[in-house]
């Protein structure tokens, strides 16, 4: 019976020659993932156990980048513990201050990830790595803890969706407009515990940067992953990052889905999801000119250069509304560099944003731009529940780079094609 993408690199990492979807397996990890507040939960339950040592201090990449640099007493002692066990065991890929960025912004940027490799993160959006053809996705702490130690996690085969993509986009017009579209049509339970396997000529039309933000986002479907072919973009962006040998992973002709999906880019319009789910989604000509106090353009789903590009683009030579703050954080140390060395850091200061070191800060309200109560923000997050950047009630709406900064100007909501 033929595989998805997905269940390939699951079959393969199991030791067998097929699987099929609702089977439980046990697989080899490539890489084991966790953050400041995620790792020392799995720290305690490591010790708990009575383990000593880790599997590969090579293979497990640990980064502080939630509440760093640290933004009370109690964080700090979180990062304090992970600090402790990153030195106990001497893990490679330890991220601190100065080194760390976002993430799932960080690990492909490092070349930590490669096609057909099996990753866990005790991070729900690890599931980013799908852009690059590995199969990722977020675990809780325990299994990160026996991930570290065994090399080893266990996973229920999942079945599949296929979104076929085709046509271009259109001007202002990005994967992060794609995705809200996706989750807009099937619900944030629309893909649940399934692969959400990308296909179709458009796929050559997107970044690398719209892969990642559109992986990014296939957990606020409800999937265990995303994934994306391997293609000469990969491949390009693969160069100079990933030395190691690795093997695209190709779906089987005759693989089964439980669905397909087409979506014709060039039907799609800048798209922003309402509080308080990302499956709320809206044109933004349906709602622009609501008001908004806040902009932040950042976080592991549009905190990459492209993203920093797009909203420098309309940033130039404008203003923040009066009235209105515009957050800027670039994903990594390297975003932030080169966002230096192309002037878009010159272009947001002057254009009245605060430019902030990576973090992910006010994405899940924790500081950097925390909201009041009653305030509204629209972000380049991936993420509007009630209570995510503020209290109960402060909002956030979705969008792209481009619709948050055509706002920010505008002071509203606003289309970036009307700026
Ligand atoms: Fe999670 Fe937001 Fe950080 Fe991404 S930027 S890892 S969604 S807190």
Not at 34 to 47: L, S, Y
Not at 221 to 239: C, H, M, Q, S, W
Not at 367 to 388: C, K, P, Q, W, Y
Request: hydrophobic share 40%; charged share 20%.
């Amino acid at each position: 019976m033929g595989m998805t993408m997905t269940q390939k690199i699951l079959a393969k990492h199991a030791g067998l020659d097929s699987v099929e979807a609702g089977q439980l397996i046990e697989g080899k990890l490539d890489l084991v993932l966790g953050n400041d507040i995620t790792t020392p939960v799995a720290i305690t339950e490591f010790d708990k156990a009575g383990l000593t040592q880790v599997f590969d201090r090579d293979k497990i990449a640990i980064v502080l980048d939630h509440s760093t640099p640290c933004k009370d007493i109690k964080s700090a002692q979180l990062c304090a513990k992970a600090r402790d066990f990153a030195h106990r065991f001497q893990i490679t890929h330890f991220f601190d201050v100065g080194q760390m960025g976002v993430e799932h912004a960080l690990l492909p940027e490092q070349g930590l990830v490669a096609p057909g490799e099996a990753v866990i993160g005790a991070d729900s959006h690890t599931c980013t790595y799908g852009a690059l053809g590995a199969f990722s996705t977020g675990v809780g702490s325990t299994d990160m803890a026996a991930g570290m130690a065994t090399g080893l996690s266990w996973f229920k085969v999942p079945s599949a969706i296929k979104v076929t993509l085709k046509g271009k986009f259109q001007p202002y017009v990005s994967g992060k407009d794609l995705v809200l579209h996706l989750i807009g049509m099937i619900g944030v339970d629309g893909a649940l515990y399934k692969s959400l396997e990308f296909a179709g000529e458009g796929v050559s039309e997107l970044s690398m940067d719209d892969r990642f933000t559109i992986a990014n986002m296939a957990i606020e479907a409800g999937a265990k992953n995303g994934i994306f072919p391997v293609d000469e973009k990969t491949r390009a962006y693969l160069k100079g990052r990933v030395d190691r040998e690795w093997e695209a992973v190709e779906a089987d002709s005759d693989a089964i889905y439980e669905r397909e999906i087409i979506i014709d880019l060039d039907e799609l319009r800048p798209t922003v999801a309402l509080p308080h789910l990302p499956s709320n989604t809206r044109t933004v000509d349906e709602v622009a000119g609501t008001p908004i106090q806040q902009v932040v353009i950042g976080s592991c789903t549009n905190g990459r250069i492209e993203d920093m590009r797009k909203a420098a683009e309309i940033l130039k030579g404008r203003k923040v509304h009066e009235g209105v703050r515009c957050i800027v954080l670039p994903a990594t140390q390297q975003v932030m560099l080169d966002a230096m060395a192309e002037g878009l850091v010159q272009i947001f200061i002057e254009a009245g944003c605060a430019v902030s070191t990576p973090t992910c800060g006010p994405c899940l309200g924790g500081h950097m731009g925390v909201l009041a109560d009653g305030e509204r923000a629209i972000s380049t997050t991936n993420r509007n529940f009630v209570g995510r950047m503020g209290p109960v009630s402060s909002e956030i709406i979705l969008a792209s780079p481009a619709v948050a900064a055509a706002s920010a100007v505008a002071g509203c909501v606003a289309d970036p094609r009307s700026i």
